[in-house]
């Protein structure tokens, strides 16, 4: 395998939850489609963003690349190795090169164990050799390396801010130098005025670890300047895969041209919703999505064909990908 090679790569993956009644005969009369056959492979030492609206399926992505969740169907690769066939010895191999940031701190720390436990945990899950007096030296290491003070080791998570709960989480993600973080929506349940530190935090450990990033994230302008290259998912599909810069400068499917109508503009008199179509109605069920384009019941250019046929992901003039039958064109962003 080469450094060129892809570090993830994702084939036509479906994660379809079976929906069933009956107590003791359960029995299946449907599925929620949350992720339908999405491909896209991500770059060692690229942040890669996922964005959609809640239920668009992009956690399940991340948590299906994690190999938390086994998928209905596809594959996902991890350094060239597939890895939704892997063994016990080669999970726990996967557990250590490839780590996860929840969105909630609050709950995805365990309240009764001391910081100092909690980031010493992965060593102690992967058998990592250590003292304990080294391994309190490196966990004391990690907390001033993501911004926390050393002094507080022995301080439970209560004790600490939502972001400084978040860095805690970062910390445990890191300490065992995985190649790949993959953070669901680390700074959406952070006031806005920390989710700056933690992403500039994220963007330094990426650069000093060589980490690859997979960004999940409901909103646009979180992952503008951070992330090179965005997909952006509507209904268990991926809509469009581009260039960070080129996503807001020219998008092209007109879900991310509504997404970004939705992002605040800091100046009231450039009205980004005069020029934009803005997303109006509710995401369909992901247990019964419209046919043909997912997106025609809410798109604002959608014609009889778009009820139709699916349009197939293509590339379009500029090197992004839209699913789209007519896709956006001359459209310059304001922000
Ligand atoms: Fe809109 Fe039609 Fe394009 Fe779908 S295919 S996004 S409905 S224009």
Redesign the pocket.
């Known amino acids: 395998m080469s450094a060129s090679d892809p570090l993830v790569e994702v084939r036509d993956l479906e994660m379809h939850f079976p929906l069933t009644r009956g107590v003791i005969f359960q029995r299946q009369y449907g599925a929620v489609r949350a992720v339908d056959g999405v491909s896209f492979s991500v770059a060692r030492g690229e942040t890669f963003g996922i964005v959609g609206e809640s239920g668009c399926g992009k956690s399940t992505t991340g948590r299906l690349i994690m190999r938390l969740l086994e998928p209905t169907a596809g594959q996902v690769f991890f350094e060239g190795q597939e890895i939704t066939n892997l063994d016990r010895r080669q999970l726990a191999t996967l557990r250590r090169d490839a780590q996860m940031v929840f969105q909630d701190p609050y709950s995805s720390l365990n309240p009764r164990k001391t910081v100092g436990s909690i980031i010493a945990e992965p060593f102690i899950i992967h058998r990592e050799a250590r003292e304990a007096n080294e391994r309190r030296k490196e966990v004391r290491e990690l907390m001033d390396r993501v911004g926390l003070n050393p002094e507080h080791y022995n301080r439970y998570p209560h004790q600490f801010s939502g972001g400084q709960r978040q860095r805690i989480g970062v910390a445990r993600a890191i300490a065992l130098k995985p190649k790949l973080l993959v953070a669901d929506e680390p700074v959406s349940a952070l006031d806005v005025s920390i989710q700056a530190q933690i992403i500039n935090l994220l963007q330094d450990l990426q650069s000093e670890l060589g980490l690859t990033l997979i960004f999940i994230a409901h909103d646009l302008s979180v992952v503008r300047h951070m992330c090179d290259r965005i997909a952006v998912m509507y209904l268990g599909k991926v809509v469009e895969l581009a260039e960070s810069e080129r996503c807001f400068s020219q998008p092209r ?3 991310t041209g509504a997404l970004l109508a939705s992002v605040p503009v800091p100046d009231p008199s450039i009205s980004a919703a005069g020029r934009r179509p803005v997303l109006k109605g509710d995401v369909p069920s992901p247990s019964a999505p419209p046919p043909g ?1 997912r ?2 019941t809410r ?1 604002p ?3 009889s064909l ?1 009820s139709q046929e699916e ?1 197939p992901l293509t590339e379009m003039p500029g090197g992004s990908l839209a699913a ?3 896709p956006l064109e001359g459209y310059s962003s304001s922000s």
């Open positions: 499917h007109p879900y384009c997106f025609h798109c250019k959608a014609q778009c349009p789209c039958h007519f």
